[in-house]
């Protein structure tokens, strides 16, 4: 026994290792490899306007191309970007260093998720929830995640909505104002109360409803506070005429996703979900269905036989008493991908429902482990105990070691699959190409030269490079009155009349 003891201990701490080493890998890469792309700069834009004494204001590329105070078009809020100001304002690099505020933001969330699956079922529990987030893959265009370091609010959000469930059930009122920093990260945080509110109410058994409900209240008040200072803010700042015009704004674009046109389908969502991950689509599809079903058959077992809901697996708690966390990921998981997939009015883009999947679905996967405890301590208990009157707990015969075979099948994936990802995920990180970036450093260097205040430009890549070189960006498709006497960044030199500096393929124009 105690050789393997020892043989189990290496092996959690070579795939700890491995997973750890992975991490930083793709955490590095991200930092200091990937390309800035246009919604990081657009991102960019409050930081640097905020530093330039222009208030919390974005160059309001996507809002006509005019300076636009808490513009609602820019979805990362200041819980995200008022940090960034702050380590730029040390004169850090400009990507590198807003970089490291998402970068800790993903540190914190694999911290808590970490601190989610010790708690649930132990170390391996753990081990397998730090897996998840390397296993996600958003990387696809015209919206990716390139990485967990990009200057976006879902990694952050997650961040908070996995501290949240963390402190759900000892300090409730944390919970509710790491809620309502999520929201001021990303608004579609909000689909995470139901879950939070859920696990509070289960967290109490015993209590009448009424005294439950009451207990939601404090953190309910404390998830408003955060939204309430930031409006204020905007209220002083806009006054009452252009406070009601940003509310609209900001409504409108909650409401359509700020992609009004698109029209999307559940089978497409759900494709789209199977194929972000560093699996096969397939794999990916039949791994969740077997992490659901391996939960809800451990459920059953512990419904059929309440004892077993006294046991620990691996050093967690209790498993009747991981119920809060259990129905927090399960309902958070649930909501967030059943919006998504319903939501027809949203593109194909995995960056929308990224908070939950990233927040809550590790949690669910590190219930595999309690869950193949429970199942096989069923088990064990029909065999050494058949006469008890329990004999409908568990099948006989071939169907026992049809099981048992499951079971061991699923502890070795819950000790390989950390591996696998961790090999896959750190080989695709390492195949970015760093001399994008250094490219793109270099060409904002020379559109630099032009010394002009705004430059307009077509969205996508070129907005990135006008960013980069230290001027507002506008759109050439914003309102003519509103982007005259600005320079012109094109690829189309016989557009231009009068060059003022040319950053291959890249040209400047004269206004």
């Given at each position: ?192 109360a139901p879950a939070l509110v859920l696990a509070v109410l289960v967290s109490l058994p015993g209590i009448p409803l009424m005294r439950r409900l009451r207990a939601v209240v404090l953190p309910a008040v404390l998830a408003l506070v955060p939204t309430a200072i930031v409006e204020l ?80 697996v691996g050093g967690g708690l209790r498993v009747r008493e991981t119920a809060p966390l259990l129905v927090g990921a399960a309902v958070g998981t649930l909501t967030f991908v059943g919006w998504w997939a319903t939501a027809m009015h949203t593109p194909l883009w995995v960056r929308h ?159």
């Amino acid at each position: 026994m105690t050789t393997l003891r020892r043989l189990t201990d290496v092996a959690f701490w070579l795939l700890a290792a491995l997973l750890a080493g992975a991490h930083l890998v793709v955490l590095w890469q991200s930092v200091t490899v990937n390309p800035l792309w246009e919604d990081e700069a657009f991102n960019l834009t409050v930081p640097l306007n905020l530093l330039a004494g222009l208030g919390y204001t974005s160059d309001g590329t996507l809002s006509g191309s005019t300076l636009t105070p808490f513009d609602a078009r820019i979805s990362t809020g200041p819980v995200v970007l008022l940090p960034i100001a702050a380590v730029l304002a040390f004169g850090a690099d400009l990507v590198v260093g807003a970089r490291l505020v998402p970068a800790a933001f993903y540190l914190a969330l694999l911290a808590a998720v970490w601190l989610l699956g010790r708690r649930v079922g132990g170390r391996w529990a753990g081990l397998l929830a730090v897996t998840v987030p390397l296993a996600f893959d958003a990387a696809a265009p015209p919206s990716p995640i390139q990485g967990p370091a990009d200057i976006l609010g879902e990694v952050p959000a997650a961040a908070l909505l996995a501290w949240a469930l963390v402190v759900v059930q000892r300090r409730p009122w944390l919970a509710g104002l790491l809620f309502g920093l999520a929201i001021q990260t990303k608004y579609i945080s909000l689909l995470a109360a139901p879950a939070l509110v859920l696990a509070v109410l289960v967290s109490l058994p015993g209590i009448p409803l009424m005294r439950r409900l009451r207990a939601v209240v404090l953190p309910a008040v404390l998830a408003l506070v955060p939204t309430a200072i930031v409006e204020l803010c905007a209220l002083i700042a806009l006054g009452p005429a252009g406070f009601w015009q940003h509310l609209r704004s900001t409504v409108g674009f909650v409401r359509n996703g700020g992609q009004p046109g698109v029209t999307t389908s559940v089978p497409e969502k759900l494709a789209t979900l199977s194929a972000s991950w560093h699996l096969p689509a397939a794999a990916a599809a039949a791994t969740a269905i077997a992490v659901v079903l391996l939960i809800v058959a451990a459920i059953v077992v512990v419904r059929r036989v309440p004892e077993l809901g006294s046991v620990r697996v691996g050093g967690g708690l209790r498993v009747r008493e991981t119920a809060p966390l259990l129905v927090g990921a399960a309902v958070g998981t649930l909501t967030f991908v059943g919006w998504w997939a319903t939501a027809m009015h949203t593109p194909l883009w995995v960056r929308h429902p990224a908070p939950g999947l990233l927040a809550f679905v590790p949690v669910l996967f590190a219930f595999v482990v309690p869950a193949l405890g429970v199942l096989w301590r069923a088990g064990e208990r029909r065999r050494s105990a058949p006469s008890q009157g329990d004999t409908a707990v568990a099948p006989r015969g071939a169907r026992v070691w049809l099981v048992r075979g499951a079971i061991g099948l699923a502890a070795g994936l819950v000790a390989t699959v950390p591996a696998a990802q961790a090999v896959s995920a750190a080989r695709e990180a390492l195949a970015s190409d760093g001399a994008v970036l250094a490219h793109q450093r270099a060409v904002a260097a020379n559109i630099a030269d032009a010394d002009a205040e705004w430059i307009a430009t077509q969205w996508g890549g070129p907005v990135s490079l006008v960013v980069l070189a230290g001027s507002h960006v506008a759109l050439t498709d914003a309102p003519p009155e509103n982007i005259a006497g600005y320079a012109v960044l094109t690829t189309d030199p016989a557009a231009c009349e009068e060059p003022v500096v040319t950053a291959l393929p890249f040209v400047v124009c004269a206004p």
